[in-house]
């Protein structure tokens, strides 16, 4: 692993204040003790987590939750744990997954960094979803971005042979930059020349509908472990 992931605190996040709805609050306090897994420095046990064999796909930030299980609910095949810090946001999702009887997904309430560090071993992913992640638009904010080359080494270690990371943003210097970093990973090919079409397993989400409203144009990039 790069040493610039082990030496800097790299975190995924900035926690930001939201008001907990009364439904959010029903659905972390009924289904958090069966849906949430709690954080710990050990391999995640995915056969004994969903109580069988099947396509493992993290999502990292998933926000309100809508499009990860519209996803899950879309795709009964796979297996997919959710990764975000920001409660609302995993109540939201709670509400869902209760509302869809959805048997297919769990969240980890954590920082994704060391969610991927400690709870997924090397090779163990089948996929990896980041859609829409903060673009720190002002330029003395681009070191906060998400997408860094150790993030990426870090991302790339924990898919298997022919495992895909699928990123989306509005923000075109991000996918500029998106594009640069992970064509530079050895480990990752893409999949296109350049950017992807929308894969169909992601729904349009209200980020890209707001960013399509704003005339920013949504780039997909789609690359595959070599």
């Known amino acids: 692993m790069s040493e610039e992931i082990q030496h800097r605190a790299i975190r995924s996040f900035v926690l930001r204040a939201g008001r907990l709805g009364t439904g959010q609050s029903k659905a972390l306090e009924e289904l958090g003790p069966r849906y949430v897994l709690p954080y ?43 990764v975000e810090v920001h409660t609302p946001g995993v109540g939201a999702l709670l509400k869902r997954i209760g509302e869809l009887d959805l048997a297919n997904l769990r969240i980890v309430q954590h920082d994704a960094v060391e969610v991927l560090q400690h709870m997924l071993a090397e090779s163990s992913l089948d996929g990896i979803h980041i ?26 270690s924990r898919l298997g042979p022919g495992g895909y990371l699928h990123l989306a943003t509005d923000w075109e210097d991000y996918a500029r930059q998106m594009l640069e970093v992970l064509a530079a990973n050895p480990l990752l090919r893409n999949t296109t020349d350049s950017y992807a079409p929308r894969p169909d397993h992601r729904p349009l989400t209200k980020f890209e509908q707001r960013g399509l409203r704003l005339g920013h144009g949504v780039r997909d990039l789609v690359f595959r472990r070599r």
């Open 40 to 82: 710990v420095t050990a391999p995640m046990d995915w056969p004994g987590v969903f109580g069988r064999q099947a396509p493992r796909i993290l999502e990292i930030g998933f926000g309100m939750g809508g499009a990860t299980a519209e996803i899950a609910r879309g795709h009964p095949e796979n297996d997919y744990l959710g």
């Open 131 to 156: 859609f829409f992640p903060d673009p720190w638009h002002k330029k003395r904010h681009h070191k906060r971005r998400l997408i860094q080359p150790a993030f990426v080494e870090l991302l790339a």
